[in-house]
Every structure is written in structure tokens, then in C-alpha cells.
């Protein structure tokens, strides 16, 4: 065989392996994005019934139809379609309550994030309002920057830049409070009188 064909011949193989390689090498831009894009993982749990315990004792029961849990930057469970809390203290007796239209727990601050018709209530029918409102599991505050109302047998107070308060109503502090609060002759609140 004449040198020159197998030169040729060489050549067109070489050319044609080329030019697989550059059709090989070009990739749609969509597929490369599916790729290469950061994925959430979703875990989805219905009719919801679940427990807090600390140190063996228990803190608070969740019930809720749906809990989809976030496995993204944050790990966080979301609550799109309501849920109900129970608080118990440190004997595990009921002392409150709360409902909301929506909440997200941040696993990892240990805070849940409620909004949309939020309301807690205690034992003794006391009970807070607000459209949204963050509990933090760790100090047992539920706080918010936004509108909260207050209300009791005898008083009606509203915290028109939000509030701060006890897991079980029984402490709350308002930012920019107006309202109403029975009092009795003295001008004594009638909350804080004490029957003897």
C-alpha cells in the first residue's frame, strides 16, 4: 500500500473521531441546568400527631393534616393547611393552646414561624391575637413586630408595634399598648385582686 493513501486514510479517521468528540461535547443548556441546580428534598407526612419532651417531660403535642418537611440549606417543616399546638408545664398539666392557618418550624433554631389567623389561648380564656407570631421553643416566648391584641375577662389591649409574652399569657409586654382595663374603686386592675 502506497504511504500516502494510509497518511489519507489516517487523516480522514482522525478527522472523522473529531468531529465525534465535538458533537459529543456540546450539551443542552437545560440539561446542564438539571444537573447542576441544587435539589429540595420533600418529605410529606398527613394527619400529623407529634410530641415534645424535655428531659422526659413532655412540653407539647402538634397535631396537624399536613407536614412537609424541607431538606434544603435549612432543614424546616412547613405547615400549609393549619395546626394545633398544646402547651403543658413542667407537670405536664394543659396551660395553653394555639391556632394557626400556617407555620414553619426552623429545626435547626429551634423557633416556628406562624401566620395567618394566629391565636393562643390559656387555661383560663385569656387569649392573644395577631397575624403572625414566632414561638421560641428554647425561652418558651411567643413574640411578634406586628399588631397583637390581648384580651381577658376585664381587659382589651392591643400592642399596636407587637408584643411579648409567656408561653401561658400569664407575662406579656406590648409595644405601643392602647386599650381597655376594668378597674374597681381604687383604680386597682380587677386582675390583680386577690380573693381571700
Excluded at 61 to 83: C, E, G, H, I, W
Excluded at 113 to 127: K, P, Q
Excluded at 165 to 185: R, Y
Amino acid at each position: 500500500m502506497n504511504s500516502a493513501w494510509i497518511n489519507t486514510v489516517a487523516i480522514f479517521l482522525a478527522a472523522i473521531i473529531c468531529c465525534f468528540f465535538i458533537c459529543a461535547c456540546v450539551n443542552d443548556p437545560k440539561t446542564i441546568q438539571e444537573l447542576t441546580e441544587k435539589k429540595v428534598m420533600v418529605d410529606e407526612a398527613k394527619n400529623v400527631v407529634s410530641y415534645l419532651s424535655q428531659q422526659g417531660i413532655l412540653k407539647a403535642k402538634l397535631t396537624a393534616p399536613v407536614m412537609n418537611r424541607y431538606q434544603a440549606d435549612t432543614v424546616y417543616f412547613d405547615f400549609p393547611n393549619s395546626l394545633h399546638v398544646d402547651f403543658y408545664d413542667d407537670s405536664a398539666k394543659l396551660e395553653s393552646w394555639l391556632d394557626s392557618k400556617h407555620g414553619k418550624y426552623f429545626e435547626s433554631l429551634h423557633k416556628v414561624y406562624l401566620w395567618d389567623s394566629v391565636r393562643v389561648i390559656n387555661v383560663n380564656g385569656d387569649t392573644m391575637r395577631s397575624p403572625d407570631l414566632w414561638w421560641d421553643q428554647n425561652t418558651k416566648l411567643f413574640y411578634t413586630d406586628k399588631l397583637a391584641e390581648y384580651h381577658t375577662k376585664s381587659k382589651q389591649i392591643m400592642g399596636g408595634k407587637g408584643a411579648e409574652a409567656t408561653q401561658d399569657l400569664t407575662s406579656i409586654t406590648f409595644k405601643q399598648p392602647t386599650g381597655t382595663v376594668l378597674v374597681n374603686e381604687n383604680g386597682a386592675p380587677v386582675d390583680s385582686i386577690r380573693k381571700k
